[in-house]
């Protein structure tokens, strides 16, 4: 897992993860 320093990066990461259940 990468470690998510910023909470901008964090937030990338959820929408990545959103899109790809779609």
């Known amino acids: 897992?990468?470690?998510l320093?910023?909470?901008k990066s964090f937030?990338?990461?959820l929408m990545y993860?959103?899109?790809?259940m779609i």
């Open 5 to 7: 320093q910023e909470d």
């Open 17 to 20: 993860s959103f899109l790809r």
């Open 11 to 13: 937030m990338f990461y």
């Open 1 to 3: 897992l990468i470690l």
